[in-house]
């Protein structure tokens, strides 16, 4: 869990760790959660002081004055390509230029960072993924009345995020869409056992410097 806090891809996407980060507006995490883990457990009779005076030896974490609060010092910030982007059916035929009527198309509600036509084998699928440059744009697609078409016929539209759980669920792959789009893009993978290691492993040298001196 230490490791979680103290690196941005790896607090993106544990999503235990993430909802705890934002809990707090100031991105406190009780300490008493930490030594909740089952891997923490062996602690326990050393008390919250103590292992929040383990969590003070990270120069990336602090904690607050009572000791019973830890956050990063460095606030994180996620990859929200995901959220920001759409996807959009109905499109029928590839016609010459249709790109940049996509562009055109879908600028009229937010700037639009990226258009990519979805295909098959080198032919157009009718459906695209839209990346727009903020999430509010994504929000005034979604939401606008009348509903987005194409050539007057009524799109189907949907968040990328939801299109991709539906394909999850159709495929039969465990987990979720944004979890696997998100760690695929970065490279990194992220689980529970790993946080509650890397917490232990900050109490386990608490321990040894303990020992050293005695």
Not at 3 to 14: T, Y
Not at 83 to 88: K, Q, T, V
Not at 125 to 136: C, H, L, P, Q
Request: aromatic share 8%.
């Amino acid at each position: 869990m230490l490791g979680a806090m103290q690196q941005d891809q790896n607090l993106q996407h544990d999503r235990y760790m993430w909802a705890q980060y934002n809990a707090s507006p100031e991105h406190w995490v009780p300490i008493a959660t930490i030594a909740s883990f089952p891997r923490m457990l062996q602690y326990e009779q050393h008390g919250l002081s103590w292992i929040a005076d383990a969590l003070r030896q990270s120069k990336q974490l602090e904690v607050d004055a009572n000791g019973t609060h830890v956050r990063r010092i460095k606030e994180a910030r996620r990859d929200d390509k995901l959220d920001r982007s759409i996807y959009a059916k109905g499109f029928g035929t590839e016609v010459k230029g249709m790109l940049e009527e996509l562009r055109a198309f879908f600028n009229a509600y937010g700037k639009v960072n990226k258009v990519q036509m979805r295909r098959r084998a080198g032919s157009f699928k009718g459906s695209v993924f839209v990346e727009f440059a903020d999430i509010r744009s994504v929000e005034t697609f979604l939401n606008a009345d009348p509903k987005p078409s194409w050539n007057g016929h009524e799109l189907l539209i949907m968040t990328k995020d939801a299109y991709c759980n539906m394909k999850v669920q159709q495929l039969g792959i465990k987990g979720s869409a944004g979890t696997i789009v998100r760690t695929a893009n970065s490279g990194t993978s992220m689980t529970q056992d790993i946080n509650q290691s890397d917490a232990a492993a900050a109490a386990d040298a608490k321990v040894n410097m303990e020992q050293g001196e005695s």
